[in-house]
């Protein structure tokens, strides 16, 4: 069975432009979250998307977004980039929900310049 | 508010010897606990998981406690091997209409 697959891997872009990021969850799995990692932190949580609907959103701004499109793959959007959002963007999916074992990506590392 | 810790940033180890990773969290609604190993750039990957009903579980080297009644679980790996060297990460979770909640991470170094 194929795993969570992110893309790109890696990603390089300057303030002020937007980025979209990639990912298709594991067949079957209906919950697709997105997370952010940044050095020193641990895992802040975006979103969670789940039959295409927005089910729980952490403490982002609204420049962070994303969907998810009837065959449970989602995208994610940050428009005007900041230097702060450098980071790795890593999607898990799940099965039912956000709460219960998740399966991850190896990320997308977005460097912002 | 942080409802879950992990108070040790990192922890070293000598191979062969016992890890002992450390997580505290406050709200007592959590019913279920999970650990995930993370190393650099790559995302985390499930290790172990310990329902609120049980007070130990375990899995091969890895083994997690639970004590409710401090809010505490530990997650023990023995003998240490030098591909345990990576970050740790414990969460916490409730129900469905909540996402998991996680801890900082403890860096663990197996030295040889």
């Known amino acids: 069975k194929a795993g969570v697959t992110q893309t790109p891997r890696y990603l390089i872009k300057t303030r002020g432009q937007q980025v979209t990021l990639s990912c298709s969850p594991i067949s079957g799995h209906r919950s697709v979250s997105w997370y952010q990692q940044t050095p020193g932190q641990g895992l802040q949580f975006l979103f969670e998307y789940f039959s295409e609907t927005q089910r729980n959103k952490g403490n982002f701004p609204g420049r962070f977004s994303g969907r998810q499109f009837s065959n449970s793959r989602s995208e994610m959007n940050v428009s005007t980039l900041e230097l702060g959002d450098s980071a790795l963007y890593l999607c898990?999916?799940?099965?039912?929900?956000?709460?219960?074992?998740?399966?991850f990506g190896s990320g997308t590392q977005l460097s912002v310049l | 508010d942080q409802q879950v810790k992990q108070n040790s940033p990192s922890l070293s180890v000598q191979e062969g010897r016992i890890s002992i990773l450390n997580c505290d969290y406050t709200n007592s609604m959590f019913d279920y606990f999970l650990w995930y190993k993370k190393y650099p750039a790559e995302g985390p990957t499930f290790l172990i998981s310990?329902?609120?009903i049980k007070d130990k579980n375990e899995d091969g080297r890895f083994t997690v406690f639970l004590n409710k009644s401090a809010k505490h679980l530990s997650l023990h790996i023995v003998p240490s091997q030098p591909g345990d060297s990576a970050v740790y990460f414990c969460?916490?979770?409730?129900?469905?209409?909540?996402?998991?909640?996680w801890g900082a991470g403890t860096k663990l170094i197996i030295k040889p």
């Open positions: 969460a916490a979770s409730r129900d469905s209409n909540y996402q998991l909640i």
């Open positions: 898990a999916s799940s099965r039912q929900g956000s709460n219960e074992k998740l399966f």
């Open positions: 310990i329902s609120s």
